[in-house]
């Protein structure tokens, strides 16, 4: 029996020819990456290990991201004990504000994630490394603490559901949509502690902003990983970022899936997710009249240039409707420069958005655009939970780029085609 | 190993952040984190639990983030064990991790109830309920999970390990 994409990744760090479904490995890391909300827990726990030192200098990588620029005298202090251990640690890769970025965004930008690479971190959304061909996986703080001081971690090696991917997206379609799609097919714990591995024709037209969207909710279906063959593009992208070498691993031909899907992209139509779970999908067609207080564009789901430049497209021009309050916030501050450069930043703002620092702040309710109660926003990013973006009774709906930014011009969800065919 | 007390009964799909908040993760200090413990999802948790309760739950416990925040505030709240059908799997791991026990248990899910009187032995896996006199069995832990349960966490017994045969890991 041969093996999927994510067992050969696994097998090689564990210096194993195989490993099957089931079987408890322990395995080499090639990256441990931790934020200010996860890595001071963690800090805690290595020092109670007893270790003094971190296992590898530059695999180690420290992003306060998600209460920063610091929101308060407590974020403060936790960002402080995380600046402090970076330094103590001589810890190569320690982004402060000014160089950082949401961590997801950053560390494919800074090349620090290549193909074939085994990476752990403490944030769930760390399954977006799959775009790259990567096995990578969220865990707690005390995975992360241990991960730092041994450079190992143990793993069940997962089963898989293969997605043969055909076809070619429509219109506005994107990653977003597609991802969204299959979470509402197979429920948001569909793919509970399994891979979700990505294969098929249709991936040449997925672009690899695209693809990190996709293997960034790999988690909302209750994965342990997603991720995707690799192609031109990946290599492109590497090439583009990395100096690190690479392996590429490619799934059997005989390997064992516990279910294949196949789908034809040509057939999806944006889709959004309505409260309170990213599996309550409905397409844009189906949607109705949703009015809407806030849009929401960014995060380590949809932060990326071409995620901007969709969205300043839709909004060049137009106007952002009176009372809607839209926010911007870019993935990276190469993102933000890269935006600015291109003129979408004043785009953006001239429609009347607000462009803020990259911060995973109002994605998680942190900061910077807080729901009060009743408000409802459409936004790009992961989670549609009970209170996820501010007061319990706050309403939250997962979408697009291109359908956030047309829903910010008429004030409710809105088709892109709609909005563009009115004018 | 025993856990034995009142039962607090949950659907399906409960996330991390509704266990604890995010507005609250700017420490990470447990007590405070107790204290908010399951505040969006049922705010009267935390004046009504007590020392050694249950909390059992359907499908999928623990989705969403990785924030060990989540088992931690559990856990310092005073709950004793959770029981679920299935578990998001960062929330496992996280929970093992910190020495929450939990067990995965459809049977018994959906012969609880809320206010339910409920024993649990952690060495065979029987769980008793004692309100309505039935019990269940659920698969006992894997003998490294039960000396990671009796030393409190991973940490805790990776120290006392160390100690013992005086190698490091």
Request: hydrophobic share 40%; net charge negative; with cysteine.
């Amino acid at each position: 029996m041969g093996m999927t994409m994510t067992q050969k990744i696994l097998a090689a760090h564990a210096g194993l020819d195989r490993v099957e479904a089931g079987q408890l490995i322990e395995a080499n890391l090639d990256l441990v990456l931790g934020n200010d909300i996860t890595s001071p827990v963690a800090i805690r726990e290595f020092e109670k290990m007893g270790a003094n030192k971190v296992f590898h200098r530059s695999k180690v990588a420290l992003v306060p991201d998600h209460f920063t620029p610091n929101k308060d005298i407590k974020a403060a202090e936790q960002c402080k004990c995380v600046r402090e251990f970076a330094k103590k640690m001589e810890v190569e890769n320690y982004f402060e504000v000014g160089e950082m970025g949401i961590e997801h965004c950053l560390l494919p930008e800074k090349g620090l994630v290549v193909p074939g690479d085994l990476v752990i971190g403490a944030d769930s959304h760390t399954c977006t490394y799959g775009a790259l061909g990567a096995f990578s996986t969220g865990v707690g703080s005390t995975d992360m603490a241990a991960g730092m001081a041994t450079g190992k971690c143990w793993f069940k090696v997962p089963s898989a559901i293969k997605f043969v991917l055909k076809g070619k997206p429509q219109g506005w379609v994107s990653g977003k949509d597609i991802i969204l799609h299959i979470i509402g097919m197979i429920g948001v714990d569909g793919a509970l502690y399994k891979s979700m591995e990505f294969v098929g024709d249709g991936i040449q037209h997925i672009s690899m902003d695209g693809r990190f969207t996709m293997a960034n909710m790999a988690i909302e279906a209750g994965a342990k990983n997603g991720i995707f063959i690799v192609d031109e593009k990946t290599i492109e992208y590497v090439l583009n970022h990395s100096s690190k070498s690479w392996t590429v691993y490619e799934p059997d031909a005989d390997a064992e899936y516990d279910e294949v899907y196949e789908i034809d992209l040509s057939k999806i139509r944006p889709t959004v997710a309505f409260p309170h779970l990213p599996d309550n999908t409905r397409t844009i067609d189906e949607v109705g009249d949703v009015e809407i207080d806030q849009v929401v564009i960014g995060s380590c789901t949809n932060g990326r240039m071409e995620d901007l430049r969709v969205a300043a497209k839709i909004l060049k021009g137009r106007k952002v409707k009176k009372g809607v309050r839209v926010i911007v916030f870019p993935g990276t501050q190469k993102i933000y420069l890269d935006a600015l450069k291109e003129g979408i930043i004043e785009q953006l703002i001239e429609a009347g958005a607000v462009v803020s620092t990259p911060t995973c702040g109002p994605c998680l309710g942190g900061h910077m655009g807080i729901l009060a109660k009743g408000e409802r926003a459409v936004a790009t990013t992961n989670r549609n939970f009970v209170g996820r973006m501010g007061h319990t009774e706050s309403e939250v709906y997962l979408a697009s780029p291109a359908v956030a930014a047309a829903s910010a011009v008429t004030g409710k969800i809105t088709d892109p085609d709609t909005l563009l065919k009115a004018d | 190993m025993k856990a034995k007390g009142r039962v607090f009964r949950y659907n399906n799909n409960v996330d991390t952040d509704v266990i604890i908040p995010a507005r609250y993760l700017n420490t990470s200090d447990p007590k405070e984190l107790a204290a908010h413990c399951m505040e969006d999802i049922d705010p009267d948790f935390v004046k009504n639990v007590k020392p050694g309760d249950i909390i059992v739950a359907d499908r999928n416990f623990g989705c969403g983030s990785s924030r060990e925040h989540a088992p931690i505030a559990i856990k310092a709240s005073g709950v004793s064990c959770v029981i679920a059908s299935t578990f998001a799997r960062i929330f496992y791991r996280n929970a093992i991790n910190i020495g929450l026990p939990i067990l995965e248990c459809e049977q018994a899910v959906k012969g609880i109830e809320a206010g339910d009187e409920v024993e649990v032995d952690f060495d065979t896996g029987i769980i008793r309920n004692l309100t309505k006199g039935t019990t269940f069995k659920a698969r006992p832990f894997p003998e490294f999970m039960k000396k990671i349960m009796a030393a409190d966490g991973l940490v805790n017994y990776i120290r006392t390990k160390n100690a013992g045969d005086g190698s490091p890991s």
